[in-house]
Nanobody, 125 residues
Framework: QVLLVESGGGLVQAGGSLRLSCAAS????????MGWFRQAPGKEREFVAA????????YYADSVKGRFTISRDNAKNTVYLQMNSLKPEDTAVYYC??????????????????WGQGTQVTVSS
């Protein structure tokens, strides 16, 4: 069982930045692909970014490419999401997730076995 705990959310003005963190415990963090998803009110949970366990390769949704950066520190069992140039449409609850198998670039939610509780990000215009 892997426990994931997100932090770093908050209220920021459009154009600003936030860095989300997701601390993992209870498993071999370095052997899991990690992903970030988000869910806005009334919308489906959507893929944001993912990072491979093996070589740190990354993959992004088109809506955040060039603005968000996912990274991981296996020594700290933590994955990060640096969010720059934030827009009001980035407002959502952000979740980190972990999966052991499958391709890191696959965006399917069903492949992720473990999920955090989420952290709210609100971008004001």
């Amino acid at each position: 069982q892997v426990l994931l705990v997100e932090s770093g959310g908050g209220l920021v003005q459009a154009g600003g930045s936030l860095r989300l963190s997701c601390a993992a415990s209870g498993g071999t963090f370095s052997s899991y692909h990690m992903g970030w998803f988000r869910q806005a009110p009334g919308k489906e949970r959507e893929f944001v970014a993912a990072i491979s366990w093996s070589n740190g390769a990354t993959y992004y949704a088109d809506s955040v490419k060039g603005r968000f950066t996912i990274s991981r520190d296996n020594a700290k069992n933590t994955v990060y999401l640096q969010m720059n140039s934030l827009k009001p449409e980035d407002t959502a609850v952000y979740y980190c997730a972990a999966k052991r198998y499958g391709f890191y670039w696959s965006t399917a939610k069903s492949e992720y076995r473990f999920w955090g509780q989420g952290t709210q990000v609100t971008v004001s215009s």
